[in-house]
């Protein structure tokens, strides 16, 4: 299949060391996994495609993981997406070691694998091995990882409508004019595209910004409590903070708390999670709305585009996987408590329809 693709920008950070916007468990090792045994997946009517209809299609997937449950959850619903295909997956894990994953990819590359999964990663890094696997056949898809290679498929959560989905909440909350506060860094793919959202809204609104603290570290939410406790200490008249990522939103809302300010201040996050959830529906607590995507629905939906472009039936280079805004008083009112619960009561989290095609059978979440 021929296509062309359009280069993506150059992801630019501040160090070597990229450190990742959520995270999970992780294994040092490769293991192979055949996936969440408490998912089920609907039946395929449709008849498989080569190389689906000779056994077993084997498949790596190389990631990068951070402190958090996001990974864990997009991991799952992975593992359960690959073993209803019949996938022989291979997962191997470089937490957050750049030089890893680069072994980690080579002996992806070297293990026969017939199309190989990125989720996250360093681009500098890994750069070489994706050319290297390019070039010998193997089919590339990556997940919120920055490349210019042409024959990649990038998948990637819509960054955009998920900074626009949350923050339409936040100009009905706090409405035009308001003194606001923003916690945000610079130099990672997706929270400079949650960023261009804000930048536009911010002038929209004539929101009056405040302050702008934030970093990203191996602890996220705890590194952030003191430079947001700081900003609410000179700026204590602000109505709402935008912490457009979930690790971001944890230590403003700790912030806001520790000041006792959660009756005035209230806090727009992104990205959502068993652990988000029970903050947001927690008592007295002032994170009233977030946007996100399933995780475990957006990694099934990664390998179903891998597969999808194994049998050559995939017909775009991009694939983008839209968020939906998730308010407080939504959570409370449903009484949810987690994501199941959250995946029955708001379809739109569904991505069944994503990548699909009548020989797939699709894993419930």
Not at 180 to 196: I, M, S
Not at 319 to 343: C, G, H, W, Y
Request: with cysteine; hydrophobic share 45%; proline share 3%.
């Amino acid at each position: 299949m021929s296509r062309s693709r359009v280069p993506l920008a150059a992801l630019s950070l501040a160090s070597a060391s990229a450190l990742l916007l959520a995270g999970c468990s992780q294994s040092t090792d490769a293991s192979k996994d055949t996936g969440n045994a408490a998912a089920s997946a609907s039946a395929a009517t449709g008849k498989k495609p080569a190389p689906f209809d000779k056994g077993a299609v084997k498949v790596a997937l190389v990631r990068q993981s951070g402190a958090g449950d996001y990974f864990e959850q997009w991991g799952n619903g992975a593992k359960a997406q690959a073993k209803a295909l019949g996938i022989d997956l291979t997962v191997y894990d470089a937490q957050a070691d750049n030089a890893k994953q680069a072994t980690d990819l080579s002996s992806a590359i070297n293990s026969g694998a017939q199309a190989i999964i990125i989720d996250h990663g360093f681009p500098a890094t890994i750069q070489p091995e994706i050319d290297q696997a390019v070039k010998k056949g193997i089919k590339v898809v990556v997940y919120d990882v920055e490349t210019k290679t042409q024959g990649v498929v990038s998948t990637e959560q819509d960054d955009a409508s998920m900074a626009q989905a949350v923050l339409d909440v936040m100009a009905k909350s706090v409405g035009r004019n308001a003194k606001v506060g923003y916690v945000n860094v610079a130099g990672y793919a997706a929270l400079d595209k949650r960023n261009t959202v804000w930048a536009k809204e911010l002038a929209a609104q004539g929101w009056k910004q405040q302050f702008k603290v934030g970093k990203v570290t191996d602890s996220t939410a705890t590194d952030n409590v003191p430079l947001v406790s700081a900003a609410l200490t000179q700026h204590s008249d602000v109505t709402g903070v935008f912490a457009p990522y979930d690790e971001l939103a944890k230590g403003t809302v700790l912030a806001v708390q520790n000041k006792k300010l959660q009756s005035k201040v209230k806090v727009f996050g992104a990205d959502v999670s068993n652990a988000d959830i029970q903050n947001m529906t927690a008592a007295n607590s002032p994170w009233v709305a977030t946007a996100g995507t399933d995780p475990s629905a957006v990694g099934a939906a990664v390998v179903r585009t891998a597969a999808l472009e194994l049998a050559g039936q995939l017909d775009q280079d991009t694939v983008s996987f839209p968020a939906v805004a998730i308010t407080q008083d939504f959570l409370r009112k449903n009484k949810i408590e987690n994501m199941d619960q959250l995946r029955t009561a708001l379809p739109a989290l569904n991505l069944s329809k994503v990548s699909t095609a009548d020989w797939i059978p699709n894993v419930a979440h």
